[in-house]
């Protein structure tokens, strides 16, 4: 007898996805078998008002509802998917491309999904799939973006996972038609890389903050490029005092699972205190508190720009490269795979240097 259990995984903001763990595995399309299910569904971790306490226990009523019905349907043997792959459904197919990406890809590939069954497309076969079906996806997107619901890049990165999974279907030949040749992508909106310039950093560093602790994180990542998620996960175990004197940080990234090797400064290394056990930084504000702590800080600064703290990982970039660091160097203390990531950042820099030249005019 095949058991379902309903299980949770930490996904971003403060957010924990559900999904059906099945044992033994079910068969998936083309012979393939999983033993997870993800519903699309989500709870608050630390849920502050009563509309998230609701929200919570709602969702978990409907979760297990899910997961009572695909009991009764393992049971009954409704719920295998054939082999040859056209009587599985789309959604299904999505979820199992979702699961092959990395929990915080994967978690974005979940609210793609939900857009696909809120479109009424989720519960076709992917024999019944086609190049209308994927429009009809195509055009819910565009609803969205035109009543200001979604973002441009959002859309974009939606409609770009959902050809990805397309593609994917094609190629295992799980679907006959390469459908991605038969509409396009939304382009690409303009990326907002903000970023504080060296003056205004200086300015910041010298203003009094009520929170000591968002200063360090804050300033430590303007000097390192660390991402919130590694400054949490940064280990003492991981601080590397070498003979000549310099140090570096040996840590594996949140988000890639990548092991990177990073120089740091001695005034980042000043900035993390004296060493310890555990955890470097033994508590940081949760994502809300300290992206109000560092607004009113940059307000009291007297800095006119919206910066978050993923800002500061903007801002050790094109502070690297203004002070000459070539690209390359600069995306392999980002930890960046590619070099084309970190392209954005010189063509921010260009942008900057282009407007400061429109500055200077003379009468002709």
Known sequence: MIKVKLRKKAISNGRT?????????????????????????????????????????????????????????????????????????????????????TPQTGGQWMYMIRHVRLCGIGALTMAELDVNKCLQFKEHLQRLL???????????????????????????????????????????????????????LNRLAGTPTRSPVTKRVVLFSALTGL????????????????????????????????????????????????????????WVPEHSTLGDNIALWVKRAGIQKHITMHCFRHTFATLQLSAGTDIYTVSKLLGHSNVKTTQIYAKVLDDSKRAAAERVRIEL
């Open 227 to 282: 991402r919130i998620s590694d400054i949490r996960a940064l280990q003492w175990s991981s601080v590397i005092e070498h003979d000549d004197g310099g140090f570096s940080l040996y840590y594996r990234q949140v988000k890639t699972k990548k092991d990177e090797r990073l120089p740091i400064s001695r005034q980042a290394r000043v900035l993390l205190g004296d060493r310890g056990e555990g955890a470097v930084f033994t």
């Open 146 to 200: 035109d009543h200001g619901k979604l973002k441009q890049n959002t859309a974009s990165n939606y409609l770009s996972y959902f050809r990805t999974a397309l593609r994917s279907a094609y190629r295992e030949q799980v679907i006959s038609e390469n459908l991605i040749e038969r509409f396009d992508r939304f382009p690409e909106g303009k990326t907002n890389r903000e970023y504080l310039t060296l003056d205004e």
């Open 17 to 101: 996805t559900l999904y059906l763990d099945f044992w033994p595995p079910v068969m998936l399309s083309l012979g393939k078998e999983t033993r997870r299910e993800f519903l699309g569904l989500y709870l608050y971790d630390k849920p502050k008002s009563g509309a998230d306490k609701q929200h919570n226990r709602q969702t978990l009523d409907a979760a297990e509802t899910i997961k009572a019905t695909r009991q009764i349907e393992l049971q009954s043997n409704a719920y295998s998917i054939k082999r040859n792959g056209f009587e599985c459904q789309l959604v299904d197919f999505l979820e199992v491309q979702a699961a092959k990406r």
